[in-house]
Nanobody
Framework: QVQLVESGGGSVQAGGSLRLSCSTS????????MGWFRQVPGKEREGVAG????????FYTASVKGRFTISQDNAKNTVYLQMDSLKSEDTATYYC???????????????WGQGTQVTVSS
C-alpha cells in the first residue's frame, strides 16, 4: 500500500522559513514526478512545485519561484519543500503527490498525502 506522509508544517511570521517533508512508503517511483500542492478553504488546490524523480529537474508556479525549493533524497524516499521569505498568502494546507505527468495540476496526481498546515502571520 502506497503512503505519503507530510510533516514540518506550523506557524511562522512573515519573512520566516519552514521545511516540509514528504516521506513515501510502498511506492515504486513509477510516476515520473513528485509535486507539492496547497489549498485554502473555498479555493481549488493549486500546484506549487514539482521535481522529476530521475534527474531532479525542478519546476515551480510563478508565485513561489525564487522563494521555495523542492528537493529529494532518494535514499530516504523523501521529498522536501524548503519555503523561505514566507508571506501571509502562503498560508494553506500543503499536500504532496506523485504525478503521472510532470505538470502541476491535480488531475495528474496519483497518490496524495493527508496534508500539513502552514500558517504565516503578518
Amino acid at each position: 500500500q502506497v503512503q505519503l506522509v507530510e510533516s514540518g508544517g506550523g506557524s511562522v511570521q512573515a519573512g520566516g522559513s519552514l521545511r516540509l517533508s514528504c516521506s513515501t512508503s510502498g511506492y515504486d517511483y513509477s510516476d515520473p514526478c513528485m509535486g507539492w500542492f496547497r489549498q485554502v478553504p473555498g479555493k481549488e488546490r493549486e500546484g506549487v512545485a514539482g521535481i522529476m524523480t530521475n534527474n531532479s529537474a525542478t519546476f515551480y508556479t510563478a508565485s513561489v519561484k525564487g522563494r521555495f525549493t523542492i528537493s529529494q533524497d532518494n535514499a530516504k524516499n523523501t521529498v522536501y519543500l524548503q519555503m523561505d521569505s514566507l508571506k501571509s498568502e502562503d498560508t494553506a494546507t500543503y499536500y504532496c503527490a506523485t504525478l503521472r505527468l510532470c505538470i502541476l495540476m491535480t488531475d495528474y496526481g496519483v497518490y496524495w498525502g493527508q496534508g500539513t498546515q502552514v500558517t504565516v502571520s503578518s
